[in-house]
């Protein structure tokens, strides 16, 4: 709640882009439960299947509004974004498959995405922006030392992300770069979150591409990569989002990791609790990730829940979705 003129309490208008999504429909959760905001949501379909959930959010009858606004169409973002004081930048394209063309199934939609967003907000004097980022935008770095653990000095090289076609660590480093750049050159208020692989229970109907990572160990249909993985629940990004939103001094990049597990560990985990299912046998040995700090993230007040709690609610969430049939 912030203090009118007239010293009257009012409801703090916020605005999440990609609402409907996994990351999405867990910060528009929170930020309904907490009583405090009115949440502008965006979403490309507001009628759609995809996005019936956020209506049974608690609240969600008196303080969500739905938006249709594809991120490339500046008018219908401007529109979702008037009148907020702050602005949760979620929706960029997570591919779950290999794409065709990554200018405008992936950069496009990152990077002017985010470049429409952040006009908007200047335009109506949004206090804050807080943009989802990624480890991506971190962790493809051949100049840092392989034996010092990242934080958030580190920047994917993009050049490298190019050559080697990695188009999602490439949109994400490049919006988080445009992000900043923007903060820059107008004295917007801008911090980016950037997140581990996100797994944890869905709110949303249809899986995402993270989450398909445990589906996956599970089903066993697909091949499975082994390496050390970073790992953080969607629960914990959804509180941390919200922290260094509400966090006057925060400020910059937040690494937002919980834990690292080595994927065969993970697996074993899964069989040892639910023998019944297939599980993957079909394994391709690739190379560990890197070791991240949160600790800049920890120093606000951020904490985050066992890795074995995230483990099981992801499954029985994927159970009573129907996506292990
Ligand atoms: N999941 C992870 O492991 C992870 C880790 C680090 C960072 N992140 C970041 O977290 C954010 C959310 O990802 P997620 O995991 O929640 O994936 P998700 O469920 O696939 O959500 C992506 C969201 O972006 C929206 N979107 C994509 N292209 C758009 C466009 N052109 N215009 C408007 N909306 C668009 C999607 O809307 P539709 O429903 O209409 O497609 C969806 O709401 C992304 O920025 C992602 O990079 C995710």
């Keep these: 709640m912030e203090e009118g003129a007239a010293g009257r309490t009012r409801t703090a208008a916020v605005c999440v882009t990609g609402a409907g999504g996994f990351v999405g429909s867990w910060l528009v959760q929170r930020l309904l439960a907490g009583g405090r905001y009115m949440v502008h949501g965006t979403v490309r379909d507001p009628g759609g299947a995809k996005n019936a959930h956020l209506a049974a959010l608690g609240g969600a009858a008196e303080r969500l509004r739905l938006f249709r606004a594809d991120v490339l169409d500046y008018g219908a973002v401007a529109a979702a974004v008037a009148g907020c004081d702050g602005v949760f930048h979620v929706a960029s394209p997570v591919p779950a498959h290999a794409i065709a063309d990554p200018e405008v199934e992936l950069l496009a939609p990152a990077v002017t995405g985010t470049a429409n967003v952040l006009k908007a907000c200047f335009e109506t004097k949004v206090r804050r922006v807080v943009v989802v980022s990624s480890l991506s935008a971190v962790m493809v770095n051949p100049a840092w030392p392989q034996s010092q653990v990242m934080d958030?000095?580190?920047?994917?090289?993009?050049?490298?992300?190019?050559?080697?076609?990695?188009?999602?660590?490439?949109?994400?480093?490049?919006?988080?770069?445009?992000?900043?750049?923007?903060?820059?050159?107008?004295?917007?208020?801008?911090?980016?979150?950037?997140?581990?692989?996100?797994?944890?229970?869905?709110?949303?109907?249809?899986?995402?591409?993270?989450?398909?990572?445990?589906?996956?160990?599970?089903?066993?249909d697909r091949e499975v990569k082994l390496k050390l993985r970073n790992f953080v629940d969607v629960r914990d990004v959804a509180d941390a989002l919200l922290l260094v939103y509400e966090t006057p001094e925060a400020s910059g990049r937040y690494i937002c990791d919980a834990y690292a597990s080595q994927v065969s560990d993970v697996v074993e985990m899964l069989k040892s609790w639910y023998p019944t299912y297939k599980n993957a046998t079909k394994f391709v040995r690739v190379s560990d990730e890197p070791l991240f700090s949160s600790k800049k993230l920890e120093a606000l007040g951020w904490k985050f829940r066992p890795f074995e709690e995230t483990l099981r609610d992801s499954v029985e969430s994927f159970r009573a979705a129907g996506v292990l049939d």
């Design 152 to 220: 958030e000095a580190c920047w994917s090289d993009v050049e490298f992300c190019r050559s080697t076609q990695n188009w999602y660590c490439l949109s994400k480093t490049l919006s988080e770069l445009e992000a900043f750049d923007h903060a820059e050159r107008s004295g917007l208020d801008v911090v980016s979150l950037c997140p581990s692989l996100v797994i944890g229970p869905l709110l949303q109907p249809t899986l995402n591409a993270s989450s398909s990572v445990i589906v996956d160990c599970l089903k066993g």
